[in-house]
């Protein structure tokens, strides 16, 4: 979920298990989200998207769920293993005028234990 | 990977004294992002263009400025750089503005000013 404070939300969690991570957004007008993955020196990659129009979609080993009535996203990651240890974050984003520019959230870090 | 180059990598300068920290894309794509990434804020936007000569500001853009004079290459200029602003730097490129479309990141420039 989105940070409060100095320091990131940690989610702990064991090799094999299935990590679920929060992300709430605040802009109504915001129709395009987007999770980025970033390891420890790096930049954000990008893992996966979803339109406004959708409420679920699944990638590799993760799947994107979307509930606009709450503005809640969520990030679920299948069968963790410690290679996905990192931070991660969700970011919003219009496809109307005035709200292309994407918002990132704080960021939750992802902590993989062997 | 997308073609994103960060230069330098690592900067420590000094209260009162100017840095430029260029981005150059292999990509082609038409905008490009500046972002601060600090601990607790996750990453802010900074400066963003839109095509050769086109920029605008972000949320924390007082104390810096860019110029974009090839589509290539971004730079962000600090005049006068503070302590406030050590940080890590994020340079992102998109092929779209409006709409959907991910960003891009480079691998961020370290910047400590002393």
């Known amino acids: 979920g989105e940070s409060v404070g100095l320091h990131l939300p940690t989610l702990s969690v064991q090799e094999g298990d299935n990590s679920i991570i929060n992300c709430a957004y605040s802009?109504?007008?915001?129709?395009?989200f987007i999770w980025y993955k970033q390891e420890s020196g790096k930049g954000p990659q990008f893992i996966i998207d979803?339109?406004?129009?959708?409420d679920k979609r699944q990638g590799q080993r993760v799947t994107v769920l979307l509930n606009k009535t709450v503005k809640h996203l969520s990030l679920q990651i299948a069968a963790t293993q410690p290679g996905d240890s990192a931070v991660y974050f969700c970011?919003?984003?219009?496809?109307?005028?005035?709200?292309?520019?994407?918002?990132f959230g704080r960021g939750t870090s992802l902590i993989v234990h062997p | 990977d997308a073609g994103i180059t960060q230069s330098p990598r690592h900067k420590v300068t000094e209260t009162g004294t100017p840095v430029t920290l260029r981005c150059h894309q292999t990509?082609?794509?038409?905008?490009m992002y500046w972002y601060r990434q600090d601990p607790g804020h996750g990453l802010r936007l900074i400066h963003y263009?839109?095509?050769?000569?086109?920029?605008d500001k972000g949320e924390v853009s007082d104390g810096y400025s860019v110029s974009r004079s090839k589509t290539e290459d971004f730079l962000l200029t600090l005049e006068s750089a503070t302590s406030s602003q050590t940080s890590v730097y994020f340079c992102?490129?998109?092929?779209?503005?409006?709409?959907?479309?991910?960003?891009?990141f480079g691998e961020g420039s370290r910047l400590t000013v002393l």
């Open positions: 992102a490129i998109s092929s779209g503005l409006a709409g959907t479309g991910e960003l891009f």
């Open positions: 802009n109504s007008a915001s129709d395009y």
């Open positions: 979803i339109r406004s129009n959708m």
């Open positions: 970011a919003e984003k219009g496809t109307a005028r005035g709200s292309y520019i994407p918002t």
């Open positions: 990509e082609n794509h038409r905008y």
């Open positions: 263009s839109y095509g050769v000569k086109d920029t």
